[in-house]
């Protein structure tokens, strides 16, 4: 795994999951999700299932924030590489159900 910065990261149960960031070449699309496994101590990714409902969310989006909810994780905002669409009122979200991830 190479590093990285501007992620951000949530645990759920013995999992760390890890969400986008990147470097100044390249940025890691929400497609998948890194996650670190605290009792195997490895890396794993994990691809995210695509919805219906979220026709306009921006996989490729950098400078995001994750929360916990419940179950799920809530991913907020970003920005992208198109500067007409860095704006308040293109704030969009997601909700990844992570309740029954299992490590491969």
Known sequence: ???RYRLEAVMHNDLIFLFGGGRPDYVVELRTVTVFDT???????LPTLPDDDLKGAN????CHSVTKWKNSVIVVGGCSADKDDDDIRHVSYVCIPIENCTTP
């Open 1 to 3: 795994m190479e590093g």
């Open 39 to 45: 009792k195997k101590k490895t890396f794993f990714d």
């Open 59 to 62: 996989w490729d989006d950098a």
